[in-house]
């Protein structure tokens, strides 16, 4: 989708508590070294709560006490100023580097903030300034572009649909490659909604298939203060066997700002409205018409009819004697006058603040998208209450307390193949108009009528057949902080993290008589309830001590449990008794039932220390160990260290200059443990099941009869977690006053006893067998450029590039050289000794030793026996570029998502190319020609291959393609 902002204001309304003051100051702040205006500069009257903070051009306004007193000026990176107003009326300041704060502050593992100069791995943080910019409704589509090695891919353009992130490629063959996310220290789910392979109750993806979106995107992005990536494995370690593909650390407002800014209350508000429209279509052919092997066919859904000709021409059904007519011509933008323009209002409103003990934070906000699709059929509602808050309740006890309630109710337009809306408009032919074919009560459009028996009327299933869900969720945290010694804390923190989602998915009963009756269908309605739990604790002993001039002594101790609970109970009836109700008791059959209930819980004690050596030099020892309740008795235990490395070589070697403002050398060395999905020790009992490929039977059959079966997994009573080792070195370096910057990295990933479920012989009476047999391995390089290369008073240009590259590799299967992990019309997608993470596989033509394409009797390619690798799913790098320029109060910023290569497969290009609107079948004007450097084996007397090859002089005509 391509989205144009129409319109995004703010408002900005504060109540600040009144001093009795009697006079105004005014001023400039400027930067020592090149005296540009500093914006964002806090100014405070000391020992009050009032204060203000510096525009765009630096200048501040602020009401002091008569006597004058002392304003305090103070910005992350610069040193902390105090002046004295005395009878002055203009204080104007120039503030200089600190260069103890070049490395920005980021949070780390378990909400630990620290320098980012002190860290041996990386860590990018994306300001939340930067993540509502472009007021995404989603929180993670926001990212895009921003963090260099972060790929992040949007399922579909469907309003509230979900999110793909993977941080440095991949490190399962069995999916799980989604990093863990945490929200003020607590891990929340990011669990998809919607028709997934992996849902043990809903996993047939290819026949009308929904997507609710994933629950990280509950969130409000007007709520977020910052989000940081954590990629490493140095980086994560402490976060447990969930953190072995990355973290995303997400960090909300809580106040703070406003109550250090000293205002009692300031209410924020902003509203956004935004309007798409569909970026791209296939390319269609306008050249030829409906019907077959090149001659008119009214009852067919494909384009290989003859050429236009302009002429009048009857089409679609007869019906009551008549029959509608039209010109025979081509109608280039057929199925994009199918769709609408989408629209998505974004509103929130916020009051916080506070005072020196306490602040606190209060949010609501409202999304109303409606999609592409005609009607309010493709719809997402959002609705987001945020409470939060933190006190110090005595001098050495702190708290604070998040609750988040979210309510997303979403009206789905189903895909995949079969009867969907998608499907059918791509089979339309290309002189059909579309539009008229809207009103299905019309008697050349209703199911009687409709000009094919073939597919089905976009326009009846866009109304009548639908997929909705509401989704409510409460998630949120709390924490004390016990303060025993200036060096020394303990912290108890509690999080919890319960939804509730409703589906209902319907096919409506049709009963078609004539031409037609073909497509009748009995009708379903399923209506399936999701629960999820979530339950996580930590306890927490943190010190941080100066050991003498030389050394200081930082870290921390802990113990966390965490326990998830889903439960899915979903129920289907086929065979509607009353056309369009949708009720379980509208069957006369039994309906089909069926619970799959699962509960994990993980154990986990960490420590980790940092010893400082001159303020420039960090090295950082960790470990965790983790019992899983997913692994077996004897294996549920296991351990994994890190550490790394940090040098401040600017302050350790003096090499500051006028060019060189900061360098510094980073090196981390980490494993991470993984446990397995829940319930793979033991083969376990399932309904029992069958399928042709194409429809899915399951029990109870015949309507009444249960059954139940051992699941076709064998599982291991002796699995082990996996193991990710990871090495990684990291430069970071600014110039010019930190108007150019540059922080590369580079790492290697190996990964062991990866648990894959292996394809077994089906005479075994299984046909997956669960195994820890696969060795995987990525290597790559990231590098991140930021730059200001303009900087005035009133104007400032920023822009920030990012560019990484991964390199995936299988090293090991445990023995085969190749499996299976699924496939659909004869490809195959792949897992292969010496190849990439994922690669697909199919079939391609036979050549022979030279090159040349073999073809059968009839002219026809040959399929080549041996399936080949067809392509590499992985992009063969990925990049962003984001710029940002300010006038006064004024900014505009816009980010580019780049990625190169990377290879699918695509459903859309096999449906165009049966149906015939693709150019690419225009080949030849359609006419019999024979394929180019094509050849036909030379047989024998008996029929077999003698090893030679002649010209192939057989043509190909329009027939053998439709």
């Known amino acids: 989708m391509k989205k144009i902002l129409l319109m995004g204001c703010g408002v900005l309304l504060a109540i600040s508590q009144l001093y009795g003051q009697e006079r105004t100051v005014t001023g400039t702040v400027t930067s020592e070294s090149d005296g540009s205006p500093l914006p964002g500069v806090n100014v405070i009257v000391k020992g009050t709560t009032s204060g203000t903070v510096t525009d765009v051009a630096g200048r501040y306004s602020l009401s002091v006490p008569q006597e004058g007193g002392t304003l305090i000026f103070s910005f992350i990176g610069l040193i902390t100023q105090e002046v004295e107003i005395g009878e002055r009326s203009v204080v104007n300041v120039r503030m200089t580097e600190d260069v103890q704060q070049l490395g920005e502050v980021v ?195 494909t384009s290989w009819g003859p050429k236009f000709d302009g002429q009048l021409r009857p089409w679609g059904r007869v019906v009551n004697n008549q029959q509608r007519v039209k010109p025979y011509v081509a109608l280039p933008d057929n199925v994009k006058e199918f769709y609408e323009i989408g629209r998505n209002w974004t509103n929130s409103l916020s009051l916080q603040g506070g005072g020196d003990r306490a602040h606190y934070y209060i949010s609501y906000s409202n999304v109303d998208a409606d999609g592409v699709f005609p009607t309010n059929v493709d719809s997402y509602d959002r609705n ?186 979903f129920t289907k009836i086929n065979d509607l008794v009353i056309p369009e109700y949708y009720n379980i008791a509208n069957t006369a059959n039994t309906p089909q039932s069926r619970t799959d209930t699962r509960m994990r819980r993980l154990v986990g004690v960490y420590a980790q220390a940092t010893l400082g050596y001159m303020d420039y030099a960090f090295v950082t020892i960790g470990g965790r160990n983790d019992w899983s309740s997913t692994l077996p008795k004897g294996n549920q235990s296991f351990f994994y260290p890190s550490v790394n490395v940090g040098l401040d070589l600017t302050s350790a070697f003096g090499f500051e200059s006028n060019t060189l403002s900061y360098a510094k050398l980073r090196a981390g060395w980490a494993q991470v443990g993984k446990d397995a999905p829940a319930y793979l ?56 006053g930190n108007r150019l910057g540059v922080d590369a990295t580079v790492y290697k990933r190996d990964i062991r006893d990866n648990i894959i479920q292996v394809p077994v012989a089906a005479s075994s009476g299984y046909t997956v067998q669960v195994m820890n047999i696969a060795k995987l391995s990525n290597k790559g390089i990231e590098l991140l450029v930021t730059a200001t290369p303009v900087m005035t008073t009133n104007f400032r240009w920023d822009v920030s590039a990012n560019w990484a590259r991964n390199i995936s590799r299988i090293e090991d299967l445990g023995g085969p050289t190749q499996i299976s992990l699924g496939g659909l019309n004869g490809n195959e997608l792949i897992a292969r000794v010496g190849g990439p993470a994922f690669e697909i596989q199919g079939n391609i033509p036979l050549l022979d030793p030279q090159g040349r394409m073999v073809v059968n009797a009839g002219g026809l390619p040959i399929p080549n026996p041996a399936k080949q690798v067809i392509t590499n799913t992985n992009y063969r790098w990925i990049g962003g570029v984001t710029n940002r320029l300010s006038f006064k109060g004024l900014s505009l910023s816009g980010t580019f998502d780049i990625r190169n290569g990377g290879g699918m497969y695509s459903s859309t290009a096999g449906l165009v190319y049966f149906a015939g609107t693709t150019p690419a079948t225009l080949y030849n004007d359609r006419r019999p020609f024979v394929i180019p450097n094509s050849v036909v084996q030379v047989v024998d007397a008996d029929g077999n291959p003698t090893g030679e090859y002649a010209e192939n002089t057989t043509p190909i005509s329009n027939a053998d393609f439709s």
């Open 384 to 569: 987001t209450i945020s409470l939060r808050g933190s006190a110090d309740i005595t001098d050495r006890i702190t708290s604070s307390a998040s609750l988040n309630y979210a309510r997303s109710d979403y009206s789905f337009v189903p895909t995949g193949q079969g009867a969907t809306v998608h499907s059918g408009l791509l089979q339309i032919p290309r002189d059909i108009p579309i539009l008229e074919l809207a009103d299905i009560e019309n008697p050349f459009n209703d199911l009687n009528g409709y000009f094919t028996q073939y597919a089905n009327n976009p326009w009846y299933v866009l109304k009548k057949y639908g997929s909705e869900s509401v989704i409510d969720r409460i998630f949120g945290n709390l924490e004390l902080t016990y303060k025993a010694a200036d060096w020394l804390d303990f912290t108890a923190r509690v999080g919890s993290d319960v939804s509730t989602t409703e589906w209902e998915q319907w096919v409506p009963k049709q009963v078609i008589t004539g031409p037609n009756a073909g497509n009748s269908n009995p009708g379903n309605y399923s209506i399936q309830t999701l629960y999820y739990r979530e339950f996580n604790s930590d306890v927490i002993a943190n010190f941080n001590k100066d050991l003498n001039s030389t050394f200081s002594l930082t870290g921390l101790v802990g113990w966390n449990v965490n326990q998830r609970r889903t439960q899915n109970i």
């Open 681 to 736: 020790v033991q083969s376990v009992f399932v309904p029992g099941e069958h399928t042709d490929g194409f429809i899915y039977n399951r029990a109870p059959y015949a309507q009444s009869i249960p059954g139940f079966e051992v699941s076709n997994t064998i599982g291991n009573p002796t699995l082990q977690p996996e193991i990710s080792t990871e090495t990684e070195l990291g430069l970071d370096l600014r110039f010019f």
């Open 107 to 301: 949070v780390t593992a378990l909400g630990v903030e620290r320098e980012s100069r002190t860290l041996g791995y990386s860590v990018e943080r994306v300001d939340g300034a930067e993540i509502v910019q472009g007021r995404n409704a989603s929180m993670l589509n926001s990212l895009q572009g921003k963090v260099a090695g972060l790929q992040v891919s949007n399922s579909s353009g469907a309003p509230g649909s979900s999110t793909k992130v993977i941080v440095r490629g991949f490190t399962s063959l069995s999916g799980g490659n989604n990093p863990l996310y945490i929200v003020d220290g607590v891990p929340v789910s990011n669990s998809f909604t919607g028709t997934d392979s992996a849902d043990p109750i809903n996993d047939d993806v290819l026949n009308g298939a929904s997507d609710f979106g994933n629950r990280v995107n509950d969130i409000n992005p007007e709520d977020i203060e910052s989000v940081s990536v954590l990629k490493g494995a140095a980086a994560s370690a402490l976060y447990g066997s969930r953190a072995a593909s990355g973290v995303i650390l997400i960090t909300t407002k809580k106040g703070k700002d406003a109550a250090d800014r000293g205002k009692l209350g300031e209410v924020q508000f902003a509203t956004s409205y935004m309007m798409e429209s569909v970026l791209k279509l296939p390319t269609f052919q306008n050249e030829f018409g409906q019907g077959f092997f090149g001659a008119t066919d009214l009852e067919e859904n």
